[in-house]
Each structure stands twice: as C-alpha cells, then as structure tokens.
C-alpha cells in the first residue's frame, strides 16, 4: 500500500494552524497517511498552538521547528527530504495560514495515486473569474496571469499557473530533481517546477478556490516577480549552452549534443562540402554516426568510426573501433583518403593532443586530408563576459562545454598543428548555430548568413568555431626512406 504526507509549512501562523488541523477531511484521506509540519522559526505561538491541534488528530503527526529560519524555500527542501528518507510516496503542501483549501488534499492526491500523474497543481487561474471572487487583489490577479504568461513562453510550458502553494509531488519526482540547489526564497516554486518539466514529470491541474482573509504575506511582489523570471532566463540559457546553472543542468545526458546538419554554414555542413565523392573516410570521435551517415549516403563514401560512445539507436551501419581517445591513439587501421576530428581535440589534455596527432600522422601519409574543427575561445561574447564578469561560464554544451579540458583560439590551433608536423591548406569560420538555438525560420537564417560574413572578415572576434584542413607533412623516417630508395635507384644507373 501506498504511503501519503501532509507537509504543512507555516511561520507566525498561530492564528489560522488549529483552522487548518481542523478543516483536513482526515475520512476521506488515503489509509496510510500522515502528517509533518515544519514550523519556520516562528516568533509567535505557532509551535504550542500545533501541539495542542495535533493533540486531536486522528492520523501520526510529527512536528518540528527550526532553530532559525531557513525561508520558504528552505523550509520545503526539510520536508521533501523528510518524505524521502521516510518512504513516502507522494506529498502534499499546503500552507499553515489557511489561504489553501485543506479540505481537497485527497483530491490532490488522486492523480498520483492512480499513476496519472508525478505532480499536481491546484490551480486558482483555471476559473479566473473565482479568483477575483475570492478576494484575490487586482494586482495579484493581472501580475499572476502576466508572470505565468512569461514563464510558459520562456520555458516551452502551458500551466494555468505557476504560482500556486498547494501541490503534490510523487516523491520518485522529487527523488530525481536536485531541489536541494533551488532557492531558500519564495520563487522556489518556480525553481522546482522548471526542474519537474525538465526531467519529463507529467503534470495535472485541478482547479481550487481562492480565498484571501487577514493572513500576512511575507512575499516582495516585484523581488518575486523578477526573481521568478531570472530563473527562467538560467533555464533557457544552460539549455542553450550560453551560461550555466547547475540546479538546471538536469536534461538527460544524450540530449546535451545536437547534429547541425542542414543548417547554414555549420561546422557539419562545411565539412561534408570538404569531403571527396568516394572517400575512404576516419572519423575519430564520431560516434553519434551525423557525419559518417551523411558522408554514406551523400558521398558514397566509407566511413570507420573510432569512439568510446555509440549511439544505441538506430544501429550504426559503418565499420566501428571501440577507443578511448583520452588516453588511447588509432592504431593499425589502415590508409584514409580523409580523417576527419571534428570537435574532439578540445575535449582531450594538451599531451594527448600531440600523442593523438602525431600517431595519426604515423599512420596515414601525406596525401591523406585532416579536417579539424574547435570552437574558438576568443568569441567577442566570451571575450566581454569575461572582460565585465571576470568569469568563465562554463555550460552543457558550446565553446565553454563543461566537458572541454583544452581551449583554443585560431592561433593555438595553427601552432599546434604546426608542432606535430600538418601542412594547412585552408581555414574555413562558422557563424554561432542561431537555428539550433532559436528555431528555424527566415530572421535566424538572415542573423546567420550576416554573423558568417563577419566571421570571415574578423574570424578572431566573430568565428564560432574554426575548421582548418592540413596534410601531414612526411615523417623524418619517411624521408629518410626515400633517400635511401632515391640513392639505391641512382647506383643503379651508375
């Protein structure tokens, strides 16, 4: 059987938490239910007004008071954990002043319960109209439906409201969400339910009544509102890849890359143009298969893929080398018509760089065409982030990618391809992927194709990523092969 939390949250409540313990519907709550109040270092008799109410409760009730006060947020944070560690399997919030009907918190259940749903939202904007009825303020009322409004265009979301104080969570929800990084202030609301959605929890709605009397509100409107509106913008830009917040670097690891093939002037789609009708192709590090699929079917060419990571779905239908490119070098695979590294040697330490290169130079002679791209580190936003803010923010996914343990600029690139020995034919700039980010549509095309004129005017400032072709120069023990063939073939003559 299922086991179920009222979580009550209250401070200076001593006048509405009896009211509350009073209106429960105890008949009608599920059989294994219980109840946790956490009083947030109240400074009146919240605490001895909940001993006396819990007195008469007909369900186990436990009762604890902070030393100091941890915030709304805060105070959440202890009862979520408590319905954790406790082996709860959904819980309940509401709140000690009373402003949230008790009496449907076996309705807030239901959903999860029956599996419907990982959280539940009472919502007061479902009914708008009731909301005014209630006695919502005017202000609050515009300035819920308006921050709502933002926040669903911001996040990709469609809730009636985000603002609500009564909820339930699924704790396996909770359990999978670091809501222990979220604010200790009122928008941890808002923080929770970005994390929720970004995980796939399945949302429901039911719509509650409102009902304002004398309780004190302890929130600052606009702190809140912008408050409320900063983390949207964090979600959207560790998303992106732009800046980075850890509470909101929770997306599943296989969605932190996407192929950039078929948009304009990407790194995927130069490369491919480089690429020889027919060739017998490396592609080291590519085992999402993006390029190796495209080079098969539009260049009829053959593709050997050499990762440690396969994609799993669908099958890769191209020869593959399981290697551990942090530590280990392609060896014995044979001569390339093109070796293609592509966003992988910033991912490796300068020393396995060199060991990667030069193995490959080894390998392959000096009609063998390498194509290489890197982001470029001396981007014009990196550049004043880093001027104004001093830091380097590191994210999912882009230049800073918080996987990257070397960074470059055109000139590091050149110097290292110089140092293990690679003539340079061509350097070629891409424009930042605004479609990947911002969506397809004429004004991101018409953004990119003015960003990729820049890029080739200014390519330090304006490049995003660089891609630079080169043979290998031949090897000294190659050379001196040839003397010696050289010179046996003219004592022959002799």
Same mark, same amino acid.
């Given at each position: 059987?299922?086991?179920?939390?009222?979580?009550?949250?209250?401070?200076?409540?001593?006048?509405?938490?009896?009211?509350?313990?009073?209106?429960?519907?105890?008949?009608?709550?599920?059989?294994?239910?219980?109840?946790?109040?956490?009083?947030?270092? &109240?400074?009146d008799a919240t605490f001895s007004?909940?001993?006396?109410?819990?007195?008469?409760?007909?369900?186990?009730?436990?009762?604890?008071?902070?030393?100091?006060?941890?915030?709304?947020?805060?105070?959440?944070?202890?009862?979520?954990?408590?319905?954790?560690?406790?082996?709860?399997?959904?819980?309940?919030?509401?709140?000690?002043?009373?402003?949230?009907?008790?009496?449907?918190?076996?309705?807030?259940? &239901?959903?999860?319960?029956?599996?419907? &749903?990982?959280?539940?939202?009472?919502?007061?904007?479902?009914?708008?109209?009731?909301?005014?009825?209630?006695?919502?303020?005017?202000?609050?009322?515009?300035?819920?439906?308006?921050?709502?409004?933002?926040?669903?265009?911001?996040?990709?979301?469609?809730?009636?409201?985000?603002?609500?104080?009564?909820?339930?969570?699924?704790?396996?929800?909770?359990?999978?969400?670091?809501?222990?990084?979220?604010?200790?202030?009122? +928008?941890?609301?808002?923080?929770?339910?970005?994390?929720?959605?970004?995980?796939?929890?399945?949302?429901?709605?039911?719509?509650?009544?409102?009902?304002?009397?004398?309780?004190?509100?302890?929130?600052?409107?606009?702190?809140?509102?912008?408050?409320?509106?900063?983390?949207?913008?964090?979600?959207?830009?560790?998303?992106?890849?732009?800046?980075?917040?850890?509470?909101?670097?929770?997306?599943?690891?296989?969605?932190?890359?996407?192929?950039?093939?078929?948009?304009?002037?990407?790194?995927?789609?130069?490369?491919?143009?480089?690429?020889?009708?027919?060739?017998?192709?490396?592609?080291?590090?590519?085992?999402?298969?993006?390029?190796?699929?495209?080079?098969?079917?539009?260049?009829?060419?053959?593709?050997?893929?050499?990762?440690?990571?396969?994609?799993?779905?669908?099958?890769?239908?191209?020869?593959?080398?399981?290697?551990?490119?942090?530590?280990?070098?392609?060896?014995?695979?044979?001569?390339?018509?093109?070796?293609?590294?592509?966003?992988?040697?910033? +991912?490796?330490?300068?020393?396995?760089?060199?060991?990667?290169?030069?193995?490959?130079?080894?390998?392959?002679?000096?009609?063998?065409?390498?194509?290489?791209?890197?982001?470029?580190?001396?981007?014009?936003p990196l550049r004043a982030v880093?001027?104004?803010?001093?830091?380097?923010?590191?994210?999912?996914?882009?230049?800073?990618?918080?996987?990257?343990?070397?960074?470059?600029?055109?000139?590091?690139?050149?110097?290292?391809?110089?140092?293990?020995?690679?003539?340079?034919?061509?350097?070629?700039?891409?424009?930042?992927?605004?479609?990947?980010?911002?969506?397809?549509?004429?004004?991101?095309?018409?953004?990119?194709?003015?960003?990729?004129?820049?890029?080739?005017?200014?390519? &330090?400032?304006?490049a995003y990523q660089i891609i630079?072709?080169?043979?290998?120069?031949?090897?000294?023990?190659?050379?001196?092969?040839?003397?010696?063939?050289?010179?046996?073939?003219?004592?022959?003559?002799?």
């Amino acid at each position: 059987m299922k086991k179920f939390l009222i979580f009550i949250v209250s401070f200076n409540a001593e006048r509405h938490i009896a009211s509350v313990f009073s209106r429960i519907p105890y008949a009608w709550l599920p059989e294994r239910t219980e109840l946790l109040l956490i009083d947030d270092a &109240s400074k009146d008799a919240t605490f001895s007004v909940s001993q006396e109410a819990a007195k008469n409760c007909p369900i186990k009730c436990t009762l604890l008071k902070n030393p100091v006060n941890l915030g709304y947020g805060g105070n959440q944070k202890l009862g979520y954990e408590f319905a954790i560690t406790q082996g709860f399997d959904a819980v309940v919030l509401i709140h000690g002043d009373g402003q949230y009907a008790p009496e449907l918190i076996p309705e807030m259940f &239901s959903p999860i319960a029956e599996g419907k &749903s990982d959280l539940v939202l009472g919502s007061r904007m479902m009914r708008k109209k009731d909301a005014i009825t209630g006695g919502m303020p005017l202000y609050k009322w515009i300035g819920n439906q308006v921050l709502t409004w933002l926040e669903n265009r911001i996040l990709g979301m469609n809730l009636t409201e985000f603002h609500t104080g009564l909820r339930a969570y699924a704790t396996a929800t909770l359990k999978s969400i670091p809501f222990q990084l979220n604010t200790d202030d009122f +928008h941890f609301d808002t923080d929770i339910l970005i994390q929720c959605h970004r995980i796939g929890a399945r949302f429901f709605e039911i719509p509650i009544p409102t009902r304002y009397g004398d309780e004190v509100c302890h929130v600052d409107g606009w702190k809140y509102f912008f408050s409320c509106l900063r983390s949207c913008v964090r979600d959207w830009m560790t998303q992106k890849g732009i800046f980075y917040c850890r509470r909101f670097d929770i997306a599943p690891p296989q969605t932190r890359y996407e192929s950039k093939l078929g948009l304009e002037s990407s790194s995927h789609s130069q490369v491919l143009d480089i690429v020889a009708q027919g060739s017998k192709v490396l592609d080291v590090g590519g085992g999402n298969g993006w390029i190796a699929d495209e080079i098969n079917n539009k260049k009829n060419g053959e593709v050997t893929i050499v990762d440690q990571f396969f994609r799993p779905e669908p099958p890769l239908r191209h020869r593959t080398v399981s290697l551990n490119l942090a530590s280990e070098v392609p060896q014995g695979l044979g001569a390339f018509d093109a070796v293609l590294m592509l966003d992988i040697l910033e +991912h490796l330490p300068r020393a396995q760089q060199t060991r990667l290169l030069d193995g490959l130079r080894q390998e392959q002679d000096e009609n063998t065409q390498f194509i290489i791209s890197v982001p470029n580190t001396a981007f014009l936003p990196l550049r004043a982030v880093f001027f104004f803010l001093g830091q380097l923010n590191y994210g999912r996914r882009g230049i800073l990618d918080d996987t990257h343990a070397f960074l470059f600029t055109r000139k590091s690139l050149r110097e290292l391809l110089a140092d293990c020995g690679f003539r340079i034919l061509s350097v070629r700039y891409t424009p930042p992927p605004y479609e990947l980010a911002l969506g397809v549509g004429n004004p991101w095309r018409a953004l990119t194709r003015a960003h990729a004129f820049l890029a080739r005017l200014f390519p &330090s400032l304006f490049a995003y990523q660089i891609i630079l072709e080169a043979k290998p120069l031949p090897t000294v023990g190659r050379l001196l092969a040839q003397s010696i063939r050289h010179s046996e073939s003219l004592q022959k003559q002799v």
